[in-house]
């Protein structure tokens, strides 16, 4: 990329509390219903259906907004905002625009260990519209069906400061948001079930400009990756498009997964085109600060604190105490597994290893697998005793993460257990020098690295369950005697 450019970014993320009810009715929010069993007259659209407020969202969205260090507001509304589209069928989304119930807050991120803080303008409550299902193709009548489960399930839109500066910095707070909002419990979080969405506004200036560029806005954004991929090519195109001499136009555009480009979507609308005013159905909201001091008493350890608290209390690394700081159920699988156990590091290197390795690979959550912190701690302990090797470790580590069985009946069922006793692996490592005559030779020759392919060839034989101390010391001992 371009050097004499800076990239702007201004991230709109909105995400579905997760109240069991919708916004203004009482129908369930549940993900993954038949399609239209979960509306009523009044998320439905009917005419003459009156919406009313459910305070819990309410509740969630002071309690993010608290969580994300914004001021609460004393007074706030909501606001129709009119639009047309199939999925919504009250031609107005239920939403809040110049009072909205939070605002002025900030989020701090880290990428390399450089700390920094993104401002976020607000966060406001609006009403969730329903889903397009298509079908069939172009060749066979395409069409599309309506489903209405979605519609009015309460959404908190979150619009940041365009504070960002590239696509790692944009990553780096996305992720820290997502954490924020699953430790303060208001959200799942979950981009692939759609409570987690996000655009993206990107713009790009020469150094040392104050003027931001031209921007434009990038939808339909997947994963953290495509946001981070979606942010380095509009930038990309930006800086191309400045350096031919061309005009940018501010607009919406799509990112396309498959080829990895935008495609330019419709020109950017306006407040005006949306025609807002005050929805007079719902009075404006007094929020006591009684009730906010309430609520704030009641968010638990944050992402942040937590960070700090491994850091003071098991002297760990910043790097992995930003890791465990993930998710809530990472933090407490390690707290747990340190508490019983007297290495913390240990814990955060195996968790943050052939844990996560194993989590990515099949794509689970850590509260899906199998494995639990006294599974990790008896493990250990099982190394510890030298009755297995660190090598047959990763083997019942990941026995332990697909069956959840305990790692001394895996030991025992796979007769895994460490051999340690010279007997046996003297006459072993003899064997092997015998039918590696050639590397033997080396290392009298004084070629040092001969041994490890020696104590490689050991392991090998035993598939893995020599005790490596004993065969190294064994291999010394022989190799110069003779
Ligand atoms: P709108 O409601 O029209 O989308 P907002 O003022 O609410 O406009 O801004 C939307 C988002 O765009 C915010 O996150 C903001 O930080 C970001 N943004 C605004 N201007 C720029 C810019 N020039 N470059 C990058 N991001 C920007
Ligand atoms: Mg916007
Ligand atoms: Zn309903």
Not at 110 to 119: A, E, F, L, P, T
Not at 239 to 257: H, N
Not at 414 to 442: A, F, H, M, W, Y
């Amino acid at each position: 990329m371009d050097n004499d450019f800076e990239v702007v970014v201004g991230l709109e993320v909105h995400v579905e509390l997760k109240t069991k009810t919708k916004i203004f009715c009482s129908c369930s929010t549940e993900f993954g219903a038949e399609p239209n069993s979960q509306t009523c007259p009044g998320c439905a659209g009917f005419p003459g259906a009156l919406p009313v407020l459910n305070r819990r969202v309410v509740e969630y969205a002071i309690k993010a907004g608290l969580a994300l260090n914004c001021e609460i507001a004393e007074f706030t509304k909501f606001d129709r905002k009119n639009y047309f589209y199939p999925d919504l069928p009250g031609a107005y989304q239920i939403s809040q625009l110049d009072l909205p119930i939070c605002k002025n807050g900030y989020l701090e991120i880290d990428v390399d260990g450089n700390k920094k803080r993104i401002g976020i303008n607000r966060a406001h409550m609006e009403a969730d519209a329903g889903k397009l299902v298509h079908q069939g193709t172009i060749t066979t009548a395409p069409y599309s069906l309506v489903d209405l489960n979605r519609a009015s399930v309460p959404l908190l839109e979150i619009v940041s400061e365009p504070d960002m500066r590239g696509a790692r910095e944009a990553r780096a707070y996305i992720e820290k948001l997502r954490s924020v909002l699953l430790f303060a419990g208001v959200s799942d979080c979950k981009m692939e079930e759609g409570s987690l969405r996000c655009d993206a506004n990107v713009s790009v200036r020469p150094w040392g400009q104050k003027k931001l560029g031209v921007r434009t806005e990038i939808k339909n954004l997947n994963s953290f990756r495509s946001l981070e991929k979606a942010i380095e090519y509009e930038a990309s195109r930006h800086i191309e498009a400045i350096e031919d001499g061309e005009k940018l136009v501010q607009e919406t555009r799509t990112w396309d997964e498959e080829k990895q480009v935008t495609h330019s979507m419709r020109s950017k609308e306006q407040a005006e085109d949306y025609r807002y005013f005050p929805d007079p159905d719902l009075p404006p909201l007094k929020i006591s600060r009684e009730w906010v001091e309430e609520l704030r008493s009641s968010i638990p350890e944050l992402p942040d604190q937590a960070q700090k608290r491994l850091v003071e209390k098991y002297d760990l690394p910043e790097y992995d105490a930003a890791i465990l700081t993930l998710t809530p159920q990472y933090l407490a699988f390690f707290d747990v597994a340190a508490e019983g156990y007297h290495d913390a590091k240990t814990i955060s290197n195996w968790m943050m290893g052939e844990l996560n390795r194993l989590l990515n690979q099949n794509n689970l959550e850590i509260q899906d697998c199998r494995i639990t912190p006294p599974h990790l701690i008896k493990m250990l302990k099982l190394m510890d005793e030298g009755t297995i090797s660190g090598k047959i470790a990763k083997t019942v580590f990941e026995e332990m993460f697909t069956n959840g069985k305990e790692p001394e009946e895996i030991v025992k069922e796979k007769g895994l257990v460490q051999i340690s006793d010279e007997e046996t692996l003297r006459s072993l490592v003899k064997e092997v020098l015998k039918n590696n005559p050639g590397v033997v030779e080396d290392y009298r020759n004084g070629k040092q690295k001969a041994l490890g392919f020696l104590v490689g060839q050991m392991m090998k034989t035993t598939r893995g369950q020599a005790n490596p101390a004993v065969v190294n010391k064994l291999l010394k001992e022989i190799l110069s005697g003779e």
